[in-house]
C-alpha cells in the first residue's frame, strides 16, 4: 500500500470555524490531490498540488485553501467551515504527468460541520 | 467539458451472478479511463485502465474494453462473490493531464 496518512480520520466541528485536514506521504511523489466525495457526486477535486508551493484550484475549490510546504505534506484548510462542507475528504498522490499514471488513495477524513 | 456517466445504483446481485456496470464518458481528445474501487471504510484504489480505444483491461477477473465509437467503458466480471461489494468508479483523465475526472459510483451489493 502506497504511504499515505490522513489526519484527522473523524472531525466534528461547528458552523464558522477554521478547520485543517493534513495528508502526509512517505512516497516522495510530486503530485498531490485533495477530492470530497459526496453521494450522487462521486469525488469531486477540490485542489491539488504539482511541487512544494505548487498548487491550483479544481473544480470545487471555494470555501478552501491549500498549502504544500515540504514534498510529504499537503494541508487542506476550510478558513469558515459551513454545513456544505460536510464530506468525506480524500488525499491522493501520483507520481508522473502520464495521463494513464495511476492516483493512490489514502483512507479518507470524514468531516461533520453542525 | 470531460464528464463519466455511470449507471444509477445501487446493484444488488447474488453470488455466482454476471454483472455488467455501464459507463459512458464525454471528453475532448483521446482519455484514459479507469475504474476504481472502494471497500468499506477505505479509500480509492485502480482496479483496471485502459488507454487507447479497443483497448481491454483486466484485474482480478473483472474486465473492461475502451470503445470510442460509444464512447462506453463498461465494467464486466462473469461471475461475483460477495467480497466484490464495494463502490466501484468509472473516470477518465486527458492525455497529459494530471485531473482524474469520476463518475458518481455504483454500490455493488453480492448476497450469498
Known amino acids: 500500500d502506497a504511504g499515505i496518512t490522513q489526519s484527522p480520520r473523524h472531525k466534528v466541528t461547528e458552523t464558522g470555524t477554521p478547520v485543517t485536514l493534513r495528508c502526509h506521504q512517505t512516497?516522495?511523489?510530486?503530485?498531490m490531490y485533495w477530492y470530497r466525495q459526496d453521494p450522487g457526486h462521486g469525488l469531486r477535486l477540490i485542489h491539488y498540488s504539482y511541487g512544494v508551493k505548487d498548487t491550483d484550484k479544481g473544480e470545487v475549490s471555494d470555501g478552501y485553501s491549500v498549502s504544500r510546504s515540504k514534498t510529504e505534506d499537503f494541508l487542506l484548510t476550510l478558513e469558515s467551515a459551513t454545513s456544505s462542507q460536510t464530506s468525506v475528504y480524500f488525499c491522493?498522490?501520483?507520481?508522473?504527468?502520464?495521463?494513464?499514471?495511476?492516483?493512490?488513495f489514502g483512507s479518507g477524513t470524514q468531516l461533520s460541520v453542525l | 467539458g470531460n464528464s463519466v456517466t455511470q449507471m444509477e445504483g445501487p446493484v444488488t446481485l447474488s453470488e455466482e451472478a454476471f454483472l455488467t456496470i455501464n459507463c459512458t464518458y464525454t471528453a475532448t481528445g483521446y482519455p484514459s479511463l479507469f475504474w476504481y474501487v472502494q471497500y468499506p471504510g477505505e479509500g480509492l484504489q485502480l482496479l483496471l485502465k485502459?488507454?487507447?480505444?479497443?483497448d481491454k483491461g483486466s484485474n482480478k477477473g473483472f474486465e473492461a474494453t475502451y470503445r470510442k465509437e460509444t464512447t462506453s467503458f463498461h465494467l464486466e466480471k462473469g461471475s461475483v462473490q460477495v467480497s466484490d461489494s464495494a463502490v466501484y468508479f468509472c473516470?477518465?483523465?486527458?492525455?497529459?493531464?494530471?485531473?482524474?475526472?469520476f463518475g458518481q459510483g455504483t454500490r455493488l451489493t453480492i448476497n450469498p
Open positions: 485502459a488507454t487507447k480505444a479497443d
Open positions: 512516497e516522495n511523489h510530486r503530485y
Open positions: 491522493a498522490i501520483s507520481e508522473s504527468t502520464g495521463g494513464s499514471e495511476k492516483l493512490f
Open positions: 473516470a477518465l483523465t486527458r492525455q497529459g493531464a494530471q485531473k482524474l475526472v
